[in-house]
């Protein structure tokens, strides 16, 4: 009894990653496949009727106002001829030139500090 159980207990391990472990590849491929062709039918596919918003003023035409009484058409204003009169130009004012002052020489200096 205590041998078919130690059998038991080795074998179960063995049975159960053997079937964890099997090759599922090709189904999963097939399965991705299958849905990726799924969801470019549904892209490709176009609106089966065309959709109007409630919102849109598309074919609709204005309804007259008939409570508001049509507006008087205002009359033209007649103006009066503007003169045009040249206005007089400014004349220039004389000034005598400012005397600039005398060159002068310029010494300069500077320092360097030295040392380390």
């Known amino acids: 009894m205590k041998r078919r159980m130690m ?9 159960v990653s053997a079937a964890a472990c099997s090759d599922r590849k090709d189904d999963r491929a097939a399965l991705e496949k299958d849905e990726m062709d799924r969801q470019l039918d549904l892209a490709l596919q176009s609106d089966s009727t065309p959709v109007t918003y409630n919102d849109t003023a598309v074919g609709v035409e204005p309804v007259p106002d008939v409570k508001a009484p049509p507006r008087p058409t205002p ?15 400014p004349r220039p004012q004389r000034t005598e030139p400012v005397p600039s002052p005398a060159p002068t020489t310029r010494s300069v200096t500077s320092t360097a500090p030295s040392g380390t």
């Open 7 to 15: 059998t038991l207990l080795l074998a179960m391990p063995l049975m």
């Open 75 to 89: 009359k033209p204003v007649t103006r009066a001829p503007q003169v045009n009169t040249p206005r007089p130009t």
